[in-house]
């Protein structure tokens, strides 16, 4: 079956810097990879994706690349708000089976 | 539209007791899924059904019981209840593979 690795597990950036995330799948057949947001005692909320057929996708601050031929694909987050702070999973899909997550990265940014 | 409901949001079980943990979508999603998140931890899937009728195990099925007779109804049970079950459950829907996947609040359950 699938496996997920994201990296790293905790990241720590001042406000306004980059962070970024890796994750990275065995499936060459998964095609859709999501992203999600988990703040402390809520459910995973859903903040990007995206699919085999692009390589890149923007929303405001947030932007995914998706490399299929190295299979990783990362989360890039500009101007880092205290609001940003959260756990984010990335996750791996083959269209007919299960969704796979990573082990999470807890993003604590700094004022 | 309510998205997908789950219920009870908190319960206390003893050792060795059963239960149903409820979910339901009103999206006419095809897909379906339960998860376990352990303090500090990712989600680990327990149970899919990818249609009425259809169940598969995830990661994690031992101990845990599905059945999906209706496309918006997806419960869980928990045949005999053991404090290593103590967690969080998600129950996720989407409507194909490759579609956005929503999740419930999420049941906290504690067995003592």
């Not at chain 1, 905790?10 to 095609?31: F, H, M, R, W």
């Not at chain 1, 932007?63 to 101007?79: C, P, Q, R, Y």
């Not at chain 1, 990335?90 to 700094?110: D, E, H, I, K, N």
Request: proline share 5%.
């Amino acid at each position: 079956g699938e496996n997920v690795e994201q990296h790293p597990s905790t990241l720590s950036v001042q406000e306004g810097d980059s962070a970024v995330i890796k994750c990275t799948y065995s499936d060459s057949a998964s095609n859709y990879f999501p992203w999600y947001k988990q703040e402390l005692g809520k459910r995973p909320q859903l903040i990007i994706d995206i699919r085999s057929n692009v390589g890149e996708k923007k929303d405001q601050r947030i932007a995914v690349t998706l490399n299929k031929t190295a299979k990783h694909f990362s989360l890039h987050i500009t101007e880092t708000q205290p609001e940003d702070s959260a756990v984010y999973f990335c996750a791996a899909s083959a269209s007919a089976r299960q969704l796979t997550f990573g082990s999470g990265t807890q993003l604590t940014v700094l004022p | 539209n309510a998205g997908v409901t789950q219920t009870p949001k908190f319960q206390v079980l003893k050792t060795g007791q059963s239960m149903t943990l409820q979910c339901a979508q009103d999206m006419n999603h095809e897909y379906m899924s339960w998860y376990r998140q352990d303090p500090g931890m990712g989600l680990r899937l327990i149970h899919y059904s990818v249609g009425a009728g259809i169940t598969d195990q995830g990661e994690v099925p031992n101990g845990y019981n599905v059945s999906r007779s209706t496309t918006e109804d997806f419960p869980l049970r928990l045949l005999s209840a053991a404090p290593s079950q103590t967690s969080v459950y998600f129950c996720a829907s989407r409507l194909q593979g490759d579609q956005p996947q929503h999740f419930g609040d999420g049941t906290r359950l504690s067995i003592l």
